[in-house]
T-cell receptor
Framework: GQQLNQSPQSMFIQEGEDVSMNCTSS?????WLWYKQDPGEGPVLLIA?????ELTSNGRLTAQFGITRKDSFLNISASIPSDVGIYFC???????????FGAGTTVTVRA | DAGVIQSPRHEVTEMGQEVTLRCKPI?????LFWYRQTMMRGLELLIY????????DSGMPEDRFSAKMPNASFSTLKIQPSEPRDSAVYFC????????????FGQGTRLTVV
């Protein structure tokens, strides 16, 4: 599938800091998804966004579906050590169900 | 629900051997996806099924790869003959038609071809 442009590629943060990452695409998606992958595990869904402009929270996580439908961001507030992992954005069009993934953002938290 | 179940979790095989990866999707899901993950290429979609029928196999690397879904609760991805460059983590995911179409992933099979 088409690769999404996800940034940053990696980040080192201090425990307690807020984290932001985003994804952009040259084409429109109808659904944006954010996943987290721990070492040796499969991606786990964090947040699903279905409507342009939608802002959704899940605990310390907040994600938004861009108005243009070509971008999305994920924020993590007050990071903790277990936030370590790789975060992936994924986009889905309405005419098929396959996902296009970003390259991932690797988050490392310093205690 | 037990989630998407994949087996084996790890597979080490010699070049030239046949490898079969297995997947049990979430009950009631009508879409099943096979992805491959490598450091170089990230998560790539290989093939996906809807109601047991292959819809798009354009991501299958070459004829050595084949996938089947004989029923709604089981799918296989076969590599014959395997090559070292096939070494990767292979994920199966499933989703359902409707408003909430997000895909749920299995834990993956780490394949090493030596």
């Amino acid at each position: 599938g088409q690769q999404l442009n996800q940034s940053p590629q990696s980040m080192f943060i201090q425990e307690g800091e807020d984290v932001s990452m985003n994804c952009t695409s040259s084409s429109i998606f109808n659904t944006w998804l954010w996943y987290k992958q721990d070492p040796g595990e499969g991606p786990v869904l964090l947040i699903a966004l279905y409507k342009a402009g939608e802002l959704t929270s899940n605990g310390r996580l907040t994600a938004q579906f861009g108005i243009t439908r070509k971008d999305s961001f994920l924020n993590i507030s007050a990071s903790i050590p277990s936030d370590v992992g790789i975060y992936f954005c994924a986009g889905q069009r309405s005419n098929d169900y396959k996902l296009s993934f970003g390259a991932g953002t690797t988050v490392t938290v310093r205690a | 629900d037990a989630g998407v179940i994949q087996s084996p979790r790890h597979e080490v095989t010699e070049m030239g051997q046949e490898v079969t990866l297995r997947c049990k999707p979430i009950s009631g899901h009508d879409y099943l996806f096979w992805y491959r993950q490598t450091m170089m290429r990230g998560l790539e979609l290989l093939i996906y099924f809807n109601n047991n029928v292959p819809i798009d196999d354009s991501g299958m690397p070459e004829d050595r790869f084949s996938a089947k879904m004989p029923n709604a609760s089981f799918s296989t991805l076969k590599i014959q003959p395997s090559e070292p460059r096939d070494s990767a983590v292979y994920f199966c995911a499933s989703s359902s038609t409707g408003r909430d179409t997000e895909a749920f992933f299995g834990q993956g099979t780490r394949l090493t071809v030596v």
